[in-house]
């Protein structure tokens, strides 16, 4: 197994906690495609297919061993690390990136807005809605919406079933180029393909190219 962050300067391992946080850079550096591999990684190395792994089954660990990560193919000549199962901040770093694959806040220059669905093409590839239902925000308010994604039709829909007061919203499209874009049926410029939708929209709908 192949494509974790290796660290060879001391624990002569891959981290998955590492790998995690490098997902999640590209997350909001806006490259889903290189989030998704990275977490398709991390999955792949706690839940291993052989049972030659066994001993490392369903647990997110601090160190992946190079020698359990590659199937014992590769064996370093010097030593090397397997780390503590389970490990805490890995699982947090697990739960904090699926939650900003969900949405995020941002409150910079005192423009409080929340980017929704960032990394959509991991969580649909087409006909299923994604839900999130009375998160916790940095706002002190809930949020919660329902995403759908029709590729046949090439469009993105957007329900807003929760949201704080004042708050913006920013929905990267990310399969495709923005055609149009609206807000509660009001038609909303296209700049890019990071629709900007103000406070108080309860329905977006995108079509892409």
């Known amino acids: 197994m192949t494509g974790g962050y290796r660290h060879e300067a001391a624990w002569n391992a ?3 906690y590492l790998t995690m946080q490098l997902a999640h850079a590209y997350l909001l550096a806006g490259d889903p495609a290189r989030m ?46 397997m780390g503590d199962i389970p490990h805490g901040s890995a699982a947090a770093e697990y739960l904090l990136l699926i939650r900003d694959i969900l949405f995020f806040e941002a409150d910079e220059d005192r423009d409080p ?7 959509a093409p991991g969580l649909s590839t087409g006909g299923e809605r994604v839900a999130v239902d009375a998160a916790p925000t ?11 994604h029709n590729p046949d039709q090439r469009t993105l829909t957007v329900d807003i ?3 704080p007061q004042r708050v913006r919203f920013v929905h990267p499209c990310r399969f495709g180029a923005v055609r149009s874009a609206s807000a509660d049926g009001r038609e909303l410029p296209v700049t890019g393909n990071d629709v900007q939708a103000p406070a108080g929209t309860w329905q977006l709908t995108v079509s892409y190219d």
Do not use: K, M
């Open 138 to 148: 940095i706002f002190g308010e809930p949020f919660g919406y329902r995403f759908t």
């Open 161 to 163: 079933t929760q949201a």
């Open 113 to 119: 807005h929340v980017h929704r669905a960032g990394g």
């Open 36 to 81: 998704d591999a990275l977490l398709d990684w991390v999955l792949g190395a706690a839940f291993p297919e052989t049972a030659r792994r066994a001993a490392a089954l369903s647990a997110w660990n601090e160190q992946r061993a190079f020698p359990v990560a590659s199937d014992f193919a590769e064996v370093p000549s010097r030593h090397w690390y």
């Open 14 to 16: 891959y981290g998955p």
